[in-house]
Every structure is written in C-alpha cells, then in structure tokens.
C-alpha cells in the first residue's frame, strides 16, 4: 500500500530554515509528480509545491517563491522541501502528497492535484 | 487568483442527502476546471474523494457522487452516516494559473 511519512518539522525563529522530508513506499515512487501542501492552524489547504517525476518541472506558489526549494532523490525514494527565510505565516502543517493528474495521467502547468497524503509534519515559526 | 467558495458549514440528518457545492469568482465552473473533491476529518491528513467532476477512487463510498450544479462543481452525499462528519475541500484548476483549493465546508451529521 502507498505510504509517505514526512518529518523534519518544528519549533524556527522567524527568518530560520528548517528542511522537511518524505519517504515514500509502496509505489514506483520515480513514476510520479510530487507536492507539498500546507494546511495552518484552522485554516483550509494550500498547495505550495510540486516537483515533476523527472524533477523537469517544479512550480511554487507565489508567497514562497525564492524561499522554498523542492527536490527529490529517487535512489531513496524521497522528497524534501528546503524551506529559508521562514516567517510567522509560514506556520502550518506540511503534508506530502503524490500527485495525480486524472484519468488521462498527463500533469500540465495548470492541472495538477493529488490522490494519496502523508500524515503531515508540523511547523511553527515564532520568536 | 481565482477564489474558490464553499459554503462554510452545512448539517445533515443521519441517513439524508446533502449537497456541497464549489464555486469560482471567475464563472461557471464546467468539467475544464476539472473539479476535485476532499475528505479531512479532524486531526487526520485529507483524503481524496472525487477527481475530475465526477469520478471516484477505488476507496471512495459510492454514497458520495460528484457533479457539476448551477454553474458550481457539487458533491452529494446520499445516506449520510456519522464518520462522514468532516470538513470537504474542493479543488480547481485555471488554464494559465495554478489550481487553487476552496475554504472548506464543515459538515455536521446530527
């Protein structure tokens, strides 16, 4: 059965790093499209990042352009996302996600979505 | 950005049919924003329940259909039973942009 289990998460000082993982089983984990979805407290969900299965293509939504980095190491069925100058909005729950792109399977720039989440690792950024 | 709306809280009767829908500020949506339909209950990962409009995983109850309504993507939920009490996200995609989540409906079964 798929399985992808992040941590990495934790307790930063606004303008911190932390860097987040996933491990990945159950499934040809170099065949697939991963993402990063974020979720703070109370609120709804967010995608922040996708890396291609290739890792050709990664996309990040705006407000963590040039702070977050996606990438991922198929020798070791991982995914990480290397998050810099971290700020107070930037708390939340990171879930990692395999992407699905429907019936037809062809991810694009502007299709893209998920079928199977990890548990989330949590992250607080706070003085 | 697109906004996508959902209404924020709904409740249904054990056994009843609720209807959540998700809209966008944009216009209809049709089948081209490719709806996606998801399942958290509280202190849990989300789930995906419906993808492309109307399509279930292999996991999904067949108790929760997806459909496009009044010019909104819509889930209904037909015999609704006490574990379906969660919050549902929907999810569309914008040709030019990045798929963008709605906030989220809280259902109640009670």
């Known amino acids: 059965q798929v399985q992808l289990v992040e941590s990495g998460g934790g307790v930063v000082q606004p303008g911190g790093s932390l860097r987040l993982s996933c491990v990945a089983s159950?499934?040809?984990?170099?065949?697939?499209?991963m993402l990063w979805v974020r979720q703070a407290p109370g609120k709804g969900l967010e995608w922040v990042t996708i890396?291609?299965?290739?890792?050709?293509?990664?996309y990040y939504v705006d407000s963590v352009e040039g702070r977050f980095t996606i990438s991922r190491d198929d020798s070791k069925n991982s995914l990480y996302l290397q998050m810099n100058s971290l700020r107070a909005e930037d708390t939340a729950i990171y879930y990692c996600?395999?992407?699905?792109?429907?019936?037809?399977?062809?991810?694009?720039?502007?299709?893209?979505?998920?079928?199977?989440w990890g548990q989330g690792t949590a992250v607080t950024v706070s003085s | 950005q697109a906004v996508v709306t959902q209404e924020p809280s709904l409740t249904v009767s054990p056994g009843g049919t609720v209807t959540l829908t998700c809209g966008s500020s944009?216009?209809?949506?049709?089948?081209?924003?490719?709806p996606y339909w998801f399942q958290q209950k509280p202190g849990q990962a989300p789930r995906t329940l419906i993808y492309?409009?109307?399509n279930r995983h292999s996991w999904t109850p067949a108790r929760f259909s997806g459909s496009l309504l009044g010019g909104k993507a819509a889930l209904t939920l037909s015999g609704a039973q006490a574990e379906d009490e969660a919050a549902y996200f929907c999810?569309?995609?914008?040709?030019?942009?990045?798929?963008?989540f709605g906030g989220g409906t809280k259902l109640t079964v009670l």
């Open positions: 996600a395999r992407a699905f792109c429907g019936s037809g399977g062809t991810c694009s720039s502007y299709y893209f979505a998920m079928d199977f």
């Open positions: 159950g499934f040809t984990f170099s065949n697939y499209g």
């Open positions: 890396i291609w299965y290739d890792g050709s293509r990664k």
């Open positions: 944009t216009g209809a949506v049709s089948s081209g924003h490719y």
């Open positions: 492309d409009t109307n």
């Open positions: 999810l569309l995609s914008y040709i030019g942009a990045r798929p963008v």
